[in-house]
């Protein structure tokens, strides 16, 4: 056994108060100093969590995403706090100048993995019928309109994958596909110059991250500014996903997003059965396209899947975490997933002593230090857990949740971890790796 009742109820009171700790009256801060605004996927998964110890603070903490939704059904990654010392962040994006940014929120102008619907259906889960028809009614609008915007403005060939303009999109800021196509597409002639003139060290002055956290766990100075020049290229075109689209070579077609985007529609037409609600058949045919769409994605050769750029279509063979996340998406053969499972048991891949790490440990790209190229993440542990359930693989589920839950008990809510040694990474009290755990114990 892994913990008694008593273990495991002392370490869900822990993550409790971390979660009370980074409250800010309705919304959740990932952790407070390196990350003071409301994040959309965190607070997906912060709710997950809270739903099991405070059900009406989960869905608060949903509704108040609503709030930052965009006219055009885009969920930004970030929200920003209105506090008056944040003005720098809120004047890096000036969500502003785009015609459909909420009027009296500032956001980014980009999204992040659309985990709502399934959030929104996990609280819905512990509801009782009538409360649950209520709760997916407040819901189902606003999901409906972010799929629809997803598919407009993202799928703009019909291919059925989403395409992302950002690596900030990805959620895995620093993944190394995201990483070398922003090596690329967004090093201009100065940033090449700093770099070959080893200067640097210079950009460090300008970042707000590695005053809180060791540069050696975050991205590198010249990678940081290129995601910097990556931002103010949308902000040149507004977030106009069109302009940017016609223009650029910088779009991925990223593997973890469309894995969670198929599961998010499942969970969307379950929300709207149970609302006896008909989702239009345009929205209905674009979800089947992605179901199909994902075995582009993947390369008998090497057994894995990737991302994809968009404009040359070729797969970007780099392999990480997200090649094992078509578990989760539930769309794959039994025996596609057969194979993926054969990859997350190899010791010299994805099972060192401390599992799963974010790019395999026998990739040139693996770094067991920094951020989403090599530590352990709870989130994604979470989401190969769910995999693992759904096609039946239920000895592997428990050994990854009673390992995940021991990384915690040992090593604390840490951002992530170190899967050699455990070692806690990135900031401390880190909000989802809280409330996931406190799902994994309360399963
Ligand atoms: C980092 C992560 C991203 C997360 C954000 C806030 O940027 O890469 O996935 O949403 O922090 O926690």
Redesign the pocket.
């Known amino acids: 056994m892994l913990m008694n009742n008593e273990a495991a109820a002392e370490l869900i009171d822990k993550a409790a108060k971390v979660l009370r700790h980074n409250d800010r009256r309705g919304w959740t801060v990932?952790?407070g100093d390196l990350?003071p605004h409301q994040?959309f996927?965190?607070s997906c998964f912060v709710a997950i969590g809270l739903r099991h110890i405070d059900i009406e603070r989960a869905q608060t903490e949903l509704k108040s995403l609503l709030g930052g939704q965009w006219h055009n059904g885009m969920f930004p990654?970030i929200i920003f706090s209105n506090d008056r010392q944040y003005w720098r962040d809120r004047q890096l994006w000036r969500s502003w100048i785009n015609p459909y940014a909420p009027d009296d929120t500032s956001t980014s102008g980009i999204t992040?993995p659309p985990m709502l619907a399934e959030a929104v259906v996990q609280i819905g889960e512990k509801l009782k019928l009538p409360e649950r028809r209520s709760w997916y009614r407040q819901m189902l609008g606003p999901l409906v309109r972010y799929h629809e915007w997803l598919y407009l403005d993202r799928d703009p060939h019909k291919e059925g994958l989403i395409l992302l303009l950002h690596p900030?999109e990805s959620?895995?800021?620093s993944s190394p596909p995201w990483l070398s196509e922003l090596r690329k597409h967004s090093v201009p002639w100065w940033l090449g110059l700093v770099e070959r003139a080893h200067l640097d060290w210079t950009i460090s002055f300008a970042r707000h991250d590695t005053k809180y956290v060791d540069v050696a766990q975050r991205s590198g100075n010249i990678e940081a500014a290129a995601a910097w020049v990556a931002i103010h290229r949308l902000r040149r075109k507004a977030y106009n996903s069109e302009a940017l689209i016609s223009r650029s070579l910088f779009a991925v077609e990223d593997l973890t997003f469309n894995c969670i985007l198929i599961q998010a529609n499942k969970c969307l037409v379950k929300i709207a059965k149970t609302l006896n609600h008909q989702l239009s058949p345009d929205l209905l045919a674009n979800m089947k396209r992605t179901e199909a769409a994902l075995e582009q994605l993947w390369d008998e050769d090497s057994g894995h899947y990737y991302c994809r750029s968009f404009a040359s279509h070729k797969l970007i063979q780099e392999p990480t975490i997200a090649t094992l996340l078509p578990l989760y998406s539930g769309t794959i053969t039994k025996e596609r997933a057969e194979r993926l499972v054969g990859l997350l048991k190899r010791r010299r891949m994805f099972s060192p002593n401390w599992p799963v790490p974010s790019v395999p440990v026998n990739s040139p790209d693996f770094n067991p230090y920094k951020?989403?190229q090599g530590p352990t993440w709870v989130n994604t542990n979470w989401l190969i857990i769910q995999g693992l359930s759904n096609y039946g693989f239920h000895t592997e589920a428990a050994k990854l949740r009673d390992q995940t839950i021991k990384l915690a008990a040992k090593s604390g809510f840490s951002e992530y971890f170190n899967p050699l040694n455990a070692a806690p990474l990135g900031a401390a009290n880190f909000s989802?790796t809280a409330a996931l755990v406190i799902d994994l114990l309360k399963d």
Do not use: K
Request: proline share 7%; net charge negative.
């Open positions: 990932p952790a990350y994040w996927w965190d990654n992040q900030y959620g895995f800021d951020y989403w989802w």
